[in-house]
Each structure stands twice: as structure tokens, then as C-alpha cells.
């Protein structure tokens, strides 16, 4: 298969600009149904050479993870632009909710996301502890939790609810969960994580 022609040539394009737009491609054969995309495939929908994946990201493993990655930046976007609150159970549960939709946007093409990321890799990737700083942003500096457990709470929360929601996720992307239960799970299990550290 010849390689896709765009108006976005790969020739003079480097770094992020480069990553950004071989991303791109792999949400949109993602988005066609391809899950089982090649390399080779990637190459020619982003209309580079072969190599330029390689080069870029390794394997399709650590592809995936940077399009995990994009979906968090995606969810900390819409977070931030929502209005704030002052409590911080009310902003962590809102969190959720912002990150299920994002979830729930595409949910054949999230799966597939999800599916991947426990697939081994050379080296660890970035998806623990961009989910951990989106969750401690929720936090915020823990205003409505107890006083005398807020430290604790700053300092092992964000990872709780980073591992919570991913293991929410995994049953929602086995099929175990429906797309309607995925929101009130996580919520459920936030609350239960919070209740510890509440008046």
C-alpha cells in the first residue's frame, strides 16, 4: 500500500510536531476499526516512512501508552476548564466524571487503548504518574478533608485513585462493566478512599 498522502508532510516536521502527527494516524485507524494495525500500516496512514514509528516510539506498545497519555492530558484539559470547588471529595468525584466521559467518547477506541497498556515494554511507561498528578490535582491541597490526616492524605491519595479508576477501567474494557456502570464504580470506590480522611 502506498503511503497516505497528507497535507502535513513528514519532510521538515521533527520532535512533538512529528509524534503529534504519527498519533494522529494511529487514532484514526483506531477510529476505522483497525486495532490490529501494523507498523507498516501506521507508516502509510501518517504518510511517512516505515521507519519513522520505529524511530518515534519504538513499538505499537509504547504507542499506545502515548495515546493513553493523550487521554488523560484530554481529561486534566476539561477539568480545569469546569468552575472550581472549594471541597475536595466534590472535585475528585467531578474528576470521575470528567474522566469517564472522555472515556465514553470513543469506547471502542479506549479499549483497545486500555487493552494495551498491560503489555510489557522495555522500559516503564508514563501512564501512573500522569494519572497520579491528574488525581492530585483534584485533590487540590485537600480542603474538607481532616486536618490532622491531610498530609497522609496529599501524599497517598492521588496514587490510590490513579490505581482505583485504572482498575475500574480494566473490567469496563474486559466488558465486565457496562459503559452506564463505569461512572457510579469509580465513584463508589473514590468515596470509599476519601471517607478515611473526612470529618
Known sequence: ????????????????????????????????????????????????????????????????????????????????AAPPSRDAKTRVLLAIDTAVAV??????????VMGWLGAAQASPGQTLSRSTAFWALALGKGEGLTASRREQALRCLPEQLAFSFRGVLSFWTAGELSDAALAPRA?????????????
Do not use: C, W
Not at 46 to 69: C, D, E, R, Y
Not at 103 to 112: H, Q
Open 1 to 80: 500500500m502506498a503511503p497516505r498522502k497528507t497535507e502535513h508532510s513528514s519532510i521538515g516536521m521533527r520532535g512533538e510536531p512529528l509524534r503529534r502527527h504519527v498519533l494522529d494516524a494511529a487514532e484514526r485507524l483506531l477510529r476505522q476499526g483497525r486495532a490490529d494495525f501494523s507498523m507498516r500500516d501506521l507508516a502509510a496512514e501518517a504518510g511517512v516512512s516505515f521507519a519513522t514509528p520505529f524511530n518515534q516510539f519504538g513499538n505499537k506498545a509504547a504507542i499506545m501508552q502515548a495515546l493513553s497519555i493523550r487521554r488523560i492530558d484530554t481529561m486534566e484539559t476539561r477539568y480545569t
Open 103 to 112: 472515556m465514553l467518547e470513543n469506547p471502542d477506541v479506549n479499549r483497545t
Open 187 to 199: 465513584r463508589d470506590i473514590a468515596s470509599a478512599l476519601l471517607l478515611a480522611y473526612l470529618h
